[in-house]
């Protein structure tokens, strides 16, 4: 019950306690609905309860609790963006910006990849009790989350002033509407041809 207490306390000293909050749920729920979901739930229903919760904490992530507690922001835009699909925003560009209360970013930081580490968890699991409708469900949580973790680490890891404003994007979305991902597609497939 001390854990408990322990917790709740650093929760309130969280500088933005309701997003912290909220994002701890948005975390959280997805994984609860999975485990006990069946018991009171058909599979289809907890399918898309799973999903639908899933895509809340990506959005939530994403767009609120990213931007109140570690002062990030990352989207994907492969129209307008000449260095790469995806754009960042930081409190590196707004220095000396209000600092980051270290309790939020602990905590922030160790949700957002812990979430993808317990659904590949779940994942293996699936593999050996050969489950592939709940397989498909995790693949799709660990998609999401794990690319929500991976927006957050490229946007922490960008810096404004270096040359173009972008970091290496080893990892992203093509961008369908150029040409010169032709030439990338055709390296890719010449892997996979027999001579």
Known sequence: MDHVRNFYQMILKSSHPVAM??????????????????WFMSFTAQFITVLLLLAADFYITKNITGRKLVQLRWWYDSVNSEEG???????????????????????????????PVVWIVFGIMCLLQAKVLYLILIIMAVCLTGWNAHGFRKCDQW????QGGQSDTWLQFPNITSFSNLGNLARVQSIFRSN
Not at 100 to 106: F, L
Not at 159 to 162: E, L, Q
């Open 21 to 38: 909050g909220l994002h701890l749920a948005g975390k959280s729920l997805p994984i609860v609905f999975y485990v006990v979901g069946s």
């Open 85 to 115: 699909p995806l754009s960042f925003e930081s409190y590196k560009q707004y220095a000396p910006g209000p600092p980051i209360n270290p309790i939020d970013s602990k905590l922030f930081w160790l949700s957002t990849y812990a979430a």
């Open 159 to 162: 810096d404004p002033s270096a």
